[in-house]
């Protein structure tokens, strides 16, 4: 068994997961393993093993590897107090694998005390309620959902997935030859009797063995299914058969409610207060066919590239067959520092401030953010508060210039010469470009722009929303080019 799965502890009292192996594609069914590793099996210490194609360690010119880290805050911490993280060449830091073997070829499951880490805080947070679950490494989530897919559908299958969706899931699905089948949405994402309704009437040539979701934080809607949602989503999934890959990156940054208007727009984020989080669909998953897909590129930094996929053994097994025949795992310095800043320098408690903070930062963003959509953007877009994330998902009031096919270009033509640019619908859109126009309200179709309120300076808030409101305006008033002020400005 690999080292980074869970051993079943028959004093908890779980049952195993359910084998839903016949949702397999029929390429990964069956027992999958290197055809290299088939041949010469596992050699042991005792053996002089002259097998392998591996550098020996001496030849690797990087003999430490130090970084400074910033501490989250806390009630008995200072703010921008900072670790030093130290990784030497042969021997192990603590609970961290040392230079040599972070930097050495290892098997499709990743560092050992990176998955460690990664299991143990699946378990504090998550807690699975079946006893062979595990950890894997992954290159971040758009790696994670073209394997994950891999296993449920070939070549002209289709997946349910959200009616707006992230796009790197649609390139990946685009680009796998499977069809998204487009759920219906609402103000907390997809709608469990949409989707059960679209299994009952499915008169494509295969049934759909998987869904696809973004269930916190959902790109590019901002939408968060609230408990009972997931629950309903999961008792759909039980009833008709169906696999969940759970696309979870924005799961630590759901954030408390707006405050009132007379209220400081810093609202509850003080960053030592704790927050109840929406229980996950793993949470949920007494089966075992949820298969959960973690990111740190939200919540520590994106080109680390590393992330982590929770699910039943035997689907672990199959995705470390499809990790040793593409990216192997994760690069080994980037777990290392994880696994060294996790593990051996903030834990747990240090983990979860840092969290906390993000929550905050986030929270504020936000906050201010929507504020300035109400003083600029009124009666010009209309939106639901995200409650996770770092998405605006605002429908565009163009008035009579919606009808016309080329007023989304237009628009965002317009956003050009005024110097702001926001992403529109179209690349969303798992219906495809014919249908991007839908959905309609009285005949008229709804257009919409997704804004990121993360990078940007909060400062920038302001001046990027009257350039919006100016190209908007510009677009459903009489077609005139805007009256824009420099992009500069």
């Known amino acids: 068994m690999s080292p980074n799965v869970t051993t079943p502890d028959a004093s908890t009292a779980l049952p195993m997961a359910k084998d839903l192996s016949e949702l397999f594609v029929p390429s990964m069914r069956g027992q999958l393993k290197s055809a ?3 041949v010469m099996g596992n050699p042991t210490l005792a053996m002089i093993n002259m097998a392998g194609g591996v550098p020996h360690p001496s030849t690797f010119p990087i003999t430490q590897l130090r970084a400074s880290v910033r501490s989250p805050s806390s009630p008995s911490a200072p703010r921008n107090r900072e670790s030093t993280l130290e990784l030497a060449k042969s021997c192990r830091s603590q609970s961290t694998e040392s230079l040599d073997e972070l930097l050495q070829y290892g098997d499709g499951c990743g ?10 805080y699946t378990q504090r947070v998550h807690r699975p309620r079946y006893a062979d679950w595990g950890v894997i490494a992954s290159c971040g989530n758009t790696d994670a959902i073209g394997k994950a897919v891999s296993l449920f559908c070939e070549p002209g299958d289709a997946i349910l997935v959200d009616r707006w969706t992230f796009p790197g899931a649609l390139s990946s699905l685009v680009s796998a030859k499977v069809l998204p089948a487009p759920v219906p949405m609402d103000g907390e994402g997809m709608i469990p009797e949409a989707l059960d309704d679209i299994c009952q009437t499915w008169s494509g040539a295969a049934p759909p063995r998987a869904i ?23 008792a759909v999934a039980q009833k008709r058969n169906l696999a969940i890959i759970e696309d979870d990156p924005y799961y630590f940054l759901q954030l408390p409610p707006v405050p009132l208007p007379s209220h400081s727009p810093r609202g509850a984020e003080r960053s030592d207060q704790a927050q109840d ?3 996950s669909l793993l949470s949920l998953d007494v089966d075992g066919r949820v298969i959960r897909l973690d990111s740190f590129s939200k919540i520590l930094a994106p080109n680390l590239r ?11 097994d199959k995705i470390q067959i499809l990790n040793e025949s593409t990216i192997l795992q994760p690069s080994g310095l980037s777990q290392g520092l994880i696994s060294k800043l996790l593990n051996d ?19 504020l963003r936000r906050n201010l953010f929507i504020q300035a959509v109400d003083r600029h953007l009124a009666g010009l877009v209309e939106y639901t508060v995200p409650t996770a994330g770092m998405f605006l998902w605002m429908k565009v009031n163009l008035g009579s210039a919606a009808a016309d096919p080329t007023a989304m270009p237009r628009l965002l033509g317009a956003m050009k010469k005024c110097g702001v640019m926001m992403a529109p619908d179209m690349p969303f859109s798992s219906t495809g470009p014919s249908a991007a126009m839908e959905p309609v309200t009285d005949g008229i179709p709804e257009r919409y722009l997704r804004a990121a309120f993360a990078l940007v300076d909060i400062d920038m808030f302001e ?27």
């Open 306 to 316: 590393c992330g982590w996929i929770t699910a039943p053994t035997y689907i672990l």
């Open 36 to 38: 290299f590793k088939s």
């Open 277 to 279: 989080l929406v229980p």
């Open 111 to 120: 560092i050992d005390s990176y998955c460690a880490f990664l299991r143990r």
């Open 345 to 363: 320098t903030w834990g747990f408690d240090g983990w979860e401030a840092h969290l906390r903070e993000l929550r905050a930062v986030y929270t």
């Open 463 to 489: 001046p990027a929303l009257k350039r919006l409101a100016q190209a908007i305006t510009s677009v459903s008033d009489a077609h005139s080019a805007p009256a824009c002020p420099p992009a500069t400005s």
């Open 212 to 234: 696809y979701l973004v269930p916190t934080g959902q790109n590019p809607t901002g939408t968060t299914m609230s408990l009972a949602r997931r629950k309903a989503i999961y």
